[in-house]
């Protein structure tokens, strides 16, 4: 599942999650097949905001319902602004596709003013989420708004889906992505807050032989096991030889608890942390060699110069000596799919000297045409 983020320091979120797993594709791919306007995909909170299959569209609505139900009451935003609303809907009914932009420029003055800017987009993330409107497609990274008749076809839009049976659906998703997992790590992939729902999908699954009860070594609360359930399709592999930088929305690490008990990674995105109280950097990326998450590097994509900057690189628990050069060769591999020549290394953290070291050592047969001397961050 790719989860949808603005942050573009050095590559939005949505992206890595297949460089991650597939080395270093075309991101034009990724653009053409789902920011493009598409039979095929949609965003929805499946998540957070995330591309989802456009004929999954009927297993999100007991979330739009919720959505609706929450803010039915007089004093809600939607009640409080109807009118803002019914205008925005009668444009998109009338015009079609239009991005916020196009709603602004054509919104109507009232005692001499524009309407509030935020009323406008407002008015658009409310009827996203209670399912009357749908992302048509993004342009620069701005959303297109639509309708949702006038995006998904009315054989989808129309089938019915249980709320038992949606959540015992997604239970079965996650059990599937996740492999090995407990209750809050099965409610946490699609942030299912009702959480009896999730156990009694969970029980339906075990008695269908889907799951099956397993105890999973180290996850204990209070000196007890942790309940967990094994997919049944899930193998353990004799030997994991993966490597890979992975964003902090990746479906690996996002949810911490799951993140700590499987790999000891304690992570806090710090991008609304002050720069002076930031302990591993604004968007530091969870480096996984083997089973192992082994470092965190703060990257950042320098155009003007066309470098990768590794702004800082830490060691976590599970890292080894010899973990310094399959990082090089993913960081070599990142400035190559980003489209840069260079990387530099700070000496902002204790994995620094060992991954500016290693870099060297491959930088004779590697892709990239220099390497920066080691550079110290003041």
Known sequence: MLQIDSVNVFARSHYLPLFSRLGAYEPALLDRVFLARTTHYVEYLAHEATFIPIEDWPLWRFRMDDFRRRWAGP???????????QWVQDELRTRGPLRPADLRADAPRER???????????????????????????????????LAEHVIPEAILSREVSRTDA????????????????????????????RGAVAQSIADLADAGE??????????????????????????????????????FDPVVWFRDRALRAFDLDYRIEIYV??????FGYYSLPVLVGDRIVARVDLKAERVTSTLQVQSAWWEPQARPDDAE???????????????????VS????????????LRARADSSTLRHLHARETVT
């Open 75 to 85: 004093d809600s935003w939607l009640s409080s602004n109807a009118r803002t609303v």
């Open 274 to 279: 002050p720069a002076e109280k930031r302990r």
């Open 211 to 248: 799951l099956e009860p397993v105890q999973v070594r180290g996850w204990e609360r209070g000196g007890r096991p942790i309940p967990a359930w094994r997919h049944r399709d899930a193998v353990l592999p004799r030997k994991i030889d993966a490597a890979a930088i992975l964003t902090p």
């Open 112 to 146: 001499g003013t524009w309407w509030d800017w935020d009323e406008v987009k407002l008015a658009l993330e409310h009827l996203w989420r209670i399912g009357d409107v749908a992302v048509s497609g993004r342009r620069r990274f701005e959303r297109s708004y639509a």
């Open 167 to 194: 959540i015992r659906e997604l239970t079965r998703r996650a059990a599937r992505s996740s492999g090995v997992a407990t209750q809050s790590d099965l409610a946490d992939y699609y942030r299912i807050r009702d």
């Open 326 to 344: 399959r990082i090089a060769a993913e960081l070599a591999l990142a400035a190559s799919w980003q489209g840069l020549q260079r990387i530099s």
């Open 347 to 358: 000496g902002w953290g204790d994995a620094t000297g060992a991954i500016h070291d290693a």
